[in-house]
């Protein structure tokens, strides 16, 4: 049971940073001098919802996105797009392009920090092989 929490909050990490980084970028257009508290908290809040949906997916049969990294790029994507587009209203002129560019740079991230890591196998594997480093 302490293992699967430890799964389950290491995944909700993960893609919080991914989300809410992402989406704090898209608030600002990429300029970071114009961070301000409320885009630090609407960005957390972004980050925090995309991140619960997705645990809450791992928890289904359609755990199998984890699998797969595109799939988890995908997933990931649209999670965080969704909770964007509730969390605050769009700056550009259609609603939803914000969030849909924020869900893009989320799953973009992923991709990037698969890629730096080197991670050749399923982030399920990587998770279970670092559990299993942790644990000699």
């Known amino acids: 049971m302490l293992e699967l929490l430890r799964e389950k909050a290491r995944l909700f990490v993960a893609r919080f940073t991914e989300s809410g980084t992402s989406c704090l970028l898209v608030m600002v257009g990429g300029n970071v001098t114009a961070l301000t508290l409320p885009h630090w908290a609407k960005a957390l809040q972004t980050g925090a919802v995309s991140a619960a949906i997705l645990v809450v997916l791992s928890f289904t049969p359609l755990k199998r996105w984890t699998s797969n990294g595109l799939l988890t790029a995908i997933t990931i994507t649209l ?45 399920k594997e990587a998770i279970k092989e670092e559990a299993e480093r942790k644990g000699d």
């Open 79 to 123: 999670a965080t797009t969704i909770a964007d587009y509730f969390v605050h209203p769009g700056k550009f002129s259609l609603q939803s392009l914000e969030a849909i560019i924020t869900g893009l740079g989320a799953g973009a991230l992923y991709l990037l920090f698969l890629r730096w890591r080197g991670v050749t196998q399923s982030p």
